[in-house]
């Protein structure tokens, strides 16, 4: 197998630097023309300005404002990073051993790097906070999802962990609030097929055959609110909430089903009351089965009235 190329610049943040690789056939004069002509969101004086900096490299070192454009070649930069806001929640730590780490997310905060979402993450804020540079996560939650994440501590051991997941071994239970609906007959087992897009927000149901399966039980109820535990055995895009709303039942504080509302990033009110509450699989190194739990609840079975914001 293909080694991956070692950035000769060091992590900044936690991240890596972005490779830009040159391609073979090309007229530009300089490797300064071919980035701003590839890069047109960044200023070409900013270019200028990281150039002057040493802050693009090729595997010889930092280049300059005339270096010839090599065919073929790449170059190395760290990307300027957006403003965020910062997620004020902390990430718990269930479980850690030399192979790996089980991270309790809170709502709000994505898994890895994305878009406008990058410091704030739970991959880079683990990456910092422990001093682990080469933390990878063997899977993803949402960023409105709360729960159980596993990363991978031990660069040797990141086939093993994530192959565990391509292949369907790990057994995923989750817990959702939603309006408690007496006329649903359950346990039951959902099938359907699903279908996400690019550039579109909603993921979607379709006919078809089923490439998704989820099996919900209702584990309780009061006052009109049902508290529910969801094992999917696939894992389509928002799989969760488009199975929860096609049943009548859609997630408290879901702002994608059944409509799409328009809600500030930093809004941190009303989370999605989704969360991953245990991972349980056998372990491909030791052998042995693991069980791990979320000792997160869900806000509004706890508190209905103050997740609402209503008064007593």
Known sequence: MRRRQQPPLPKRHGLDPARL????????????????????RVPAA??????????????????????????????????????????????????????????????????????????QTALVRLRNDLDLPDLIPAHRLDRVTAGLVLFVVNPARRG?????????????????IARFDPELELPRVIRSRIIKEKQVLQAFEVPGEPNAETRLELLEHRDGLGRYRLRPRTGRTHQLRLHMNGLGIPILGDDFYPELTDKPVDDY?????????????????????????????LQAWDDYEGWTGRQP
Do not use: C, N
């Not at 690789?21 to 300089?30: N, S, V």
């Not at 009351?273 to 997160?296: G, K, N, Y």
């Open 21 to 40: 690789r040159l391609p073979d056939e090309g007229d530009w004069a300089t490797i300064r023309d071919h980035l701003v002509e590839r890069l047109p």
């Open 46 to 119: 900013r270019i200028d300005e990281l150039l002057r900096e040493g802050g693009i490299v090729d595997l010889d070192g930092p280049i300059g404002l005339d270096t010839a454009y090599v065919p073929g070649g790449a170059v190395w930069f760290h990307r300027d990073l957006p403003e965020e806001t910062e997620v004020p929640f902390e990430i718990g730590i269930v479980h850690r051993d030399d192979d790996i780490l089980i991270a309790d997310k809170p709502h709000f905060l994505s898994t890895i790097p994305r878009g406008q979402h990058i410091l």
């Open 160 to 176: 093993a962990y994530q192959t565990m997941f391509h292949k369907r071994l790990v057994h995923k239970e989750y817990e959702a």
């Open 269 to 297: 009110t009303r989370p999605l009351q989704l969360l991953a509450s245990a991972l349980e699989f056998p372990d491909p190194i030791t052998r042995e089965m693991r069980r791990f739990e979320t000792e997160r609840t």
